[in-house]
């Protein structure tokens, strides 16, 4: 077990390097991100096309030899490693008895140490790693070393740090011919490379970042010598873990230039004397600027030196922990509420929340990617995740997100589905110019979720009024079609008149044109209503919430975002009638709500219990409906507004939600004596997937027919039973996602790929955290505590308990069926756990 050593979340494990797959997070606002193994494995860098260390997966860890190290000569000749990482030491490591690495970590930094041994000499070798606050794109690496024997020792001391310098796409694309473009110089303080072209998806370009390898000892004193290329290091028939040019003496002097080759920052200082019970200190850096020629001065200047690297540190420290207790100012209660549900310290869970609160953050800056199970994607985040991670960042300060909020909306598209390509910028959407069509059913969702829970922590409900454009690109018709006048003369104007409006909507007039964050969010909800299929419920389309359910797109159906939608669209219309007044909507978008809520009117009048056809029938005059909306607004929009009574509208969205709840409750909900569930997917040929009698159920369906208020009392009770008795896992964590489904070649192929997965992995009967939060969420909204706590409850500890999860503090996207935690640091868990948390400090609050 690892142990918290104080009140700021910082915590120690013995023997970390007797665990695999084991790593922590490194990261700045400037940039720089990185993963650490408890023997310095892992990888650095600024995006998917400049890594500074080679591109790790987490099978990468335990495989690859070129990790972080710092070496020392002794005057014999013999090579000790201060991680560990050498082939010598390896083979005298006695893994019974012997000690191994002791990592202590906090908020957020990470040091390793370790006890070298060569004969009666011992000295203890503490690596401190971690990003300066300030926007410096560098990890500051300090090596103390203290000779803890009762004699003078004397070593000459060696960083060695392998240079990657190129793009992702090279390590199995061109390795050796974009190592030609290496150009390696090196200076007064390391070793630079600078390659001439960047080779990418992006083509052949102009390469203008430098990556570098810099240190000084803790008196500020330069490098002696250096080695700038593998071979140096290794010479003839050695490796990063037997550093035969090291044995050699195999240096260079600075002011020296090597080209086509690949490169490392090897930096030798000169030889050091340690008496008993004395220590010493170097401090690497490890980088890349496109303007290093200025860069790395500064950096040496303002870290150069055993105070002032240590000084950095404790900003470091300032900075992460105010942002972890920002995160919880407002759950104030939880902490003791957990540690009594989940047994546990009180001061464990206060640093565990630490933990979770700083998730949120991690997942602004590395997106989705570059962490060594997230080895996909090119970082950033998708749309989902803009708005979800909103839900921990406003429960610090709501107002602080105001920004972020109303330029998320510049993504909606005009027939309510939003652009997939986000930019770096906030508000930054970029079009999709190859026309790759995919829909996430779910996304509007999150849209009045997060909306919501700002106006109420903030009372800011005048940003529901604020103005926000709409993007445009190429698709249209809910992206099952291309506008071809895209780029054309229109209104005796371009549409697309320069390049800062040309994925802009317009009016038919060439205007930009701007609607409300409230007419925004209308739009995602009603065109996804009319979006609806044979059995009564909104597409599925490219997938839902679970991104593996992708493989029923012309036939499938979310009752579980039904459900969702539902719930949204009667809290919207209970925000218009406390509103009043007039409500200034898009004319298309004011006649799409009134004919929809016409035709659920008529729905709900009928009793649509087992009558397919009138289903039927309801569905196709919804999607003609939605056909001639999304005709209308192809290529613009009229530009023309409504001034609607909102409690007319408010109505109008009520028809909406009622026609919705009332049909799932009278079609979806399936019962077996005590226990009882609801339907929460149709599959791509028209079937309904979840059933009882067979065993086949889904959380997701669920838990929204909870939160929506759709299921009753009653039916939550049961559904309580239900997931106790089908889902649940102590073994493995807590509540499963899906039950074993069998005949996974049809589902596979005719719902989505989770079900290739193997069973109690990722999507298909993991423990997936996000979805078991939102169950306990949901219970915990209906007045279900017990029950919610118990989820929760199983969750945190199994999260704490290591030798099950194998995890520092946080809670990872999914616990395999051996209880492991599985894609740490970067899951919309965390979000939801705040808010959890939230919830339960209000009704702490109330009781």
Known sequence: MYRFIDNNGTFELENADRNSYLYFPICNDAGIMGSLTPTLGGDLMLDKNRFILEPTSVENLHNNRNARNFWLRFEDGVLRSATGNSVWQKAERDEETGSGTTVRAGLLWHEVENTITHGSDRIKAEILDF??????????????????????????????????????????????????????????????????????????????????????????????????????????????????????????????????????????????????????????????????SEKIPEILKNYGSTGLTKEALDRNISHWTRLSKEGLSKCKGSAETIAKAAGLELSDAENYLLWVSAEPVLRRIFGCSFLPYHDYGKGGRGWRDLWQDCLALMLGDPKSVRDLLINNFAGVRADGTNATIIGKEPGEFVADRNGIARVWMDHGVWTWITMKLYTDLSGDTDILETEQVYFKDRLAMRARDVDDESNDVHGGKKCFDDKKTETLLKDSTGRIYRGSLFEHMLLMHLTV?????????????????????????????????????????????????????????????????????????????????????????????????????????????????????????????????????????ENEFIYDGEYGWINGYYDNEGKAVESLEDGRIMLTGAVFSIMSGIASESDVEKMIKTADKYLFSEVSGGYRLNTRFGNEEYYAHNLGRMFGFAYGTKENGAVFCHMAVMYAYALLTRGFKEAALKVVAQLVKQSMTFAGSRIYPGIPEYFDPKGRGMYPYLTGAASWLLLFFYKIAQENVTE
């Open 131 to 292: 990003a300066p606050v300030e926007s410096f794109k560098c990890e500051i690496m300090r090596v103390r070393l203290t000779n803890t024997g009762d004699k003078n020792v004397s070593f000459t001391p060696v960083s060695v740090i392998p240079l990657y310098a190129r793009s992702a796409d090279n390590l199995r694309d061109h390795r050796h011919v974009t190592s030609l473009l290496h150009r390696i110089e090196t200076a007064a303080n390391g070793v630079t490379v600078t390659p001439t072209l960047s080779f990418d998806e992006r083509g052949h370009l102009k390469n203008h970042t430098t990556y570098f390898v810099v240190g000084c000892d803790g008196s500020g004193k330069a490098p002696a010598a250096f080695y700038p290329t593998v071979g140096h290091i290794i010479s003839e028939g050695g490796d990063f873990e037997r550093p035969l040019g090291l044995k050699a003496g195999n240096n260079v002097p600075a002011g020296e230039r090597f080209e086509g080759v690949e490169a490392v920052g090897g930096l030798e200082f000169e030889m050091k004397e340690l008496a008993p019970g004395a220590s010493f200190e170097y401090i690497i850096f490890i980088g890349a600027d496109d303007n290093a």
């Open 529 to 665: 209503a009319c979006d609806v299929g044979e059995n009564g419920n909104m597409l599925l389309r490219g997938a839902d919430w679970n991104d593996a359910l992708d493989m029923a797109d012309k036939k499938g159906e979310s009752v579980a975002f039904t459900a969702a939608y539902a719930g949204n669209l009667k809290e919207m219309a209970g925000y218009l009638r406390k509103r009043g007044g007039k409500v200034s909507i898009l004319k298309e978008i004011a006649d799409l709500a009134a004919g929809l809520s016409e035709l659920c009117k008529k729905e709900t009048e009928q009793p649509l219990k087992d009558s397919k056809e009138r289903i039927k029938a309801f569905a196709r005059e919804k999607q003609a409906l939605l056909k001639g909306y999304c005709q209308s607004v192809r290529h613009d929009v009229s530009g023309v507004k409504c001034e609607i009574d909102a409690i007319l509208l408010a109505d109008e969205l009520d028809a909406v939600s009622a026609a919705f709840s009332k049909h799932i409750k």
